[in-house]
């Protein structure tokens, strides 16, 4: 079934560990998205990629970093984590940057830093 | 800073009623403005308006731009308890198409 794929669903992490989220798409779309979504704050941008290779900080990137290695890949790593990224975090895609192509977002991973 | 916000921000209604969810927007260099829907999960995609006064349409559901005015609403008719969710209204502005969302409304249709 085409679509994005998100690991973990959810995760409990001690404060000062590292984690990786992981963002798979096969819908061979160029550009990718993370977003972290907060109760009273919507969904913000974290970090963006429009294509395999390149990436750009979006509005809260700090404490987070992403790679884009290739097409369908794209995983947001927190080098150590702190109890205020406890959240619900997207991974989004769409065929290309520029109007006309929505955005389609995975499932979330839950994440709870103690 | 791109501004997106939604009103009210939350609401409640019983079945068959008629809702109308507001958008303005403060943004610099305006490409579209996008309505999801979130319900458990992921938001899923109901319209993209670019063009001010078009109407775009699917069943119950219709939204319009009004651009010289920087905002859009989301019209539901005859609600249903289905309709139940929070509804995000995002605005992709500037060289790098960045969406910037609002903080959504929340939507309670009771039987």
């Known amino acids: 079934i085409a679509g994005i794929t998100q690991a973990p669903t959810s995760q409990i992490l001690a404060a000062g560990r590292r984690m990786t989220l992981r963002c798979t798409q096969d819908?061979?779309?160029?550009?990718m998205y993370w977003y972290r979504q907060d109760l009273g704050l919507g969904l913000r941008l974290i970090h963006y990629?429009?294509?395999?290779?390149?990436?750009g900080k979006g509005e809260v990137p700090d404490g987070y970093s992403v790679s884009r290695a290739n097409t369908d890949d794209f995983p947001l790593t927190l080098a150590s984590a702190v109890p205020s990224q406890t959240s619900v975090y997207f991974c989004?895609?769409?065929?290309?940057?520029?109007?006309?192509?929505?955005?389609?977002f995975g499932p979330g991973t839950r994440l709870t830093v103690t | 800073e791109d501004k997106v916000v939604q009103s009210p921000l939350s609401l409640v209604v019983h079945e068959g009623d008629t809702v109308t969810l507001n958008c303005s927007y403060e943004?610099?260099?305006?490409?579209?403005l996008l309505w999801y829907k979130q319900e458990k999960k992921a938001p899923t995609f109901l319209f993209m308006l670019?063009?001010?006064?078009i109407e775009k349409k699917s069943g119950r559901l219709s939204s319009i731009l009004d651009k010289k005015e920087l905002f859009s609403i989301l019209n539901i008719t005859a609600t249903q308890t289905g309709d139940s969710a929070v509804y995000l209204c995002?605005?992709?502005?500037?060289?790098?198409?960045?969406?910037?969302f609002g903080k959504g409304t929340l939507l309670t249709v009771n039987p």
């Open positions: 943004v610099t260099n305006f490409r579209s």
């Open positions: 670019t063009s001010s006064g």
């Open positions: 990629s429009n294509t395999a290779g390149t990436t």
């Open positions: 819908m061979r779309h160029n550009a």
């Open positions: 989004a895609s769409s065929p290309q940057q520029g109007v006309g192509y929505e955005q389609y």
């Open positions: 995002a605005v992709e502005a500037g060289s790098n198409y960045k969406l910037t």
